[in-house]
């Protein structure tokens, strides 16, 4: 139903919207690919999808590729949602971003137990077979692992889930040995949040995701990129171009690529006018996007969704308790305001900022 309009949409954008609009073509004239997260009950939203549609190469599944999203239960697998979003791809000529094959977070209940047992690792191999056969021709790169690091569990700074404690660190070399194996030419990453800011606990993060891909790199896993999720967060404070770049810098001389695969903005001051709202995060986006972009090692910028409408990112009581006596003729914060197109899908500062530096030299 939803590939069915495409072709009549993609056909009416042609004649009524001005192509450079486009930041997917703005990107794609500078080297570099530009694309979203989307849910499927996003796509069935007229604004959001034409705001895909007019702005994106890419396509990153937002929850239908996940573990817990198609296998509901041992030996079964539910494809119905994540084939939809396939074959959504597929009608719009888009490329998708294949994630995520392991993730703790959304590992099946049943699959946690499994492993837990004497299963073994064919469940986790199956998998990935399964979701590489199924979705191999429309995937680019897929999130083979999605934040394995974490720091203070254990001193290598991995994670210390499920899938650690059944097969030790390795179960990283062996998701993506069994990855290639499943598909020679698909580029594979491995994702992660908290890499973004210059403080000591982000620094701890970046250090530990280094040593991680150094090692296997050396061991010669199979494993061409780094995911670097860009959750930003007006919070943590500015950000370090110098800190960024010493990072990538690092990660290309592995011969590694980098994606920046999430960016989106979690605000702090609700109470401000929501045109200084949308400036503090338009900032924050530019300190970002100019020291990260134009480095050789980065192939692509996808955000995590366009329209602050669809953004997984709440105002939560927390936030509005900041603010005491806020709010109180009745009004509220609104939504987070911290992607490119407004509730209504109008392009914000946000967007601007990433179409100048989508285009910045790439050094
Ligand atoms: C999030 C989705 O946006 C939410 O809708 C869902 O409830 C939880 O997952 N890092 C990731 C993404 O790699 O998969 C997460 O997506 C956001 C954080």
Redesign the pocket.
Known sequence: MLAGLLPTMLAARGLARPQPLSLARVAAANGLRFGS?M?LDALADPVVRELLIDNCATLTP??EF?WAAVAPAAGRYDFAAADRVAAFARAGSFRVRG??LL?H??IPAWAETAIAGDAGWTVVGDHIRAMMARYGAVVDEW?VI??PIEIGSRPDGLRSSGLLNAFGRDYIARALRDAHAAAPQARLLI?E?DLEYPIPAQQARRDAMLALVRSLVGQGVPLHGVGI?A?LDLAKGPIDAVVLRTFLDAIGALGLTVSI??LDVKERDYILPAAQRDRAVAAQVAQFLTAVLPHRAVTSLSC??LSDRQS?LQVTPADQARFPGAWQDGTSPGLNRGLPFDSAGGAKPMRQTIAAALALPRT
Do not use: P
Request: glycine share 4%; no cysteine; net charge negative.
């Open positions: 997260a849910r937002e929850l996940k994630h995520t993730w977070r959304s999130d999605n934040e994702n949040y999720q959750h695969t999430e995590w969704g997984w």
